[in-house]
């Protein structure tokens, strides 16, 4: 009787330990199955980058609500926070993120960053090329030729919105009146402005877009012949000629190439030879016509020209 008593004691006692035992381990065992944790990027590509924000965030908020978490972004920096937090990698490469709960429990995961190489422009600061004067209804051409930029956003300030998106736009006023054309692009912090005046046709029935290339070739036409005009010793209407043709159409980079009756020089030497040596003497040179393929950075110049026997 003595050893049955016995017996149903150590069966109880096993009872009680094993009931014990599961109370503290099956919390545990619940805590560990929903332990884990997610990364969402801020971009949404689903790839992690440098310089990128990234939300670390546990699987499970409510089992972990009350504990202590160490979160170890394997560079050598930590955060203690509970649940979810954010973090930025500075360098691409491989880390091991590991998350400590309560000093117990790791949840260790390999993460891959790659670095991104955003475009920079070599000039920070856009330019626009464009005329300071113009006519109602005509095509006017408007350009920046700044590096680096990818996105053009022009107003020409008589819509009141965005008119234009490309490097190289064309513009006609519909009235006239004093206008500040602005450029934002995706590489300037500010806009930059260009103030243009439009004026009147002089006969308001015309509706044709006026030429152009034709005033621009009739311009260039005009400074060329006065270079050509001038004496040997009046180099300031010379070089103001020159300079006009420089600022006004010449590429900021490059050269313009003048071709003379089929015969190829460049701009700089060709003004020489109209100011000190062809049309001096004997002889005279008349420009007869000038033609050109654009207003803005012209690279090449067809000009035929007669030489005039005194």
């Not at 381990?25 to 332990?35: A, E, G, H, I, R």
């Not at 202590?68 to 880390?95: C, P, Q, R, S």
């Not at 103001?240 to 010449?250: A, D, G, P, V």
Request: glycine share 6%; proline share 3%; net charge positive.
């Amino acid at each position: 009787m003595k050893l049955n008593k016995t017996i149903l004691l150590i069966i109880l006692a096993i009872i009680t330990l094993t009931a014990v035992g599961l109370a503290i381990w099956y919390p545990s065992k619940t805590k560990m199955v929903n332990l884990g944790f997610s990364i969402s990027d801020q971009n949404d590509n689903y790839q992690l980058e440098t310089g990128e924000n990234l939300e670390f965030r546990i699987n499970d908020t409510t089992a972990f609500k009350n504990t202590k978490m160490l979160w170890e972004f394997g560079n050598g920096d930590t955060i203690v926070k509970a649940n979810n937090v954010n973090y930025t990698y500075k360098k691409e490469g491989k880390y091991l993120v590991t998350l400590t709960i309560d000093n117990k429990f790791k949840v260790p995961r390999y993460i891959k960053v790659i670095g991104v190489h955003r475009n920079r422009a070599v000039d920070s600061v856009p330019k626009i090329h464009g005329v300071d004067k113009g006519y109602i209804n005509e095509q006017m051409v408007f350009l920046t030729n700044t590096p680096g930029i990818k996105s053009w956003y022009w107003e020409f300030g008589e819509t009141g919105t965005v008119d234009a998106y490309e490097s190289q736009v064309i513009y006609t006023y519909k009235k006239p009146g004093t206008y500040i054309v602005k450029l934002r692009t995706d590489q300037s912090r500010f806009p930059v402005y260009h103030k243009v005046k439009i004026l009147p046709l002089f006969n308001p029935i015309t509706t044709e877009p006026i030429d152009s290339l034709k005033i621009v070739a009739n311009d260039i036409k005009e400074k060329l012949q006065a270079i050509a005009d001038a004496s040997v010793r009046n180099t300031k209407t010379y070089y103001r000629n020159l300079r006009h043709i420089e600022r006004q159409y010449k590429c900021k980079e490059g050269e313009m190439t003048i071709i003379v009756n089929g015969k190829y020089n460049d701009l700089y030497s060709y003004c020489q030879g109209l100011h000190y040596l062809n049309g001096k003497g004997s002889k005279t040179i008349t420009i007869n016509e000038v033609v050109i393929d654009t207003i803005r950075c012209i690279e090449v110049v067809n000009v035929t020209q007669n030489i005039i026997k005194k």
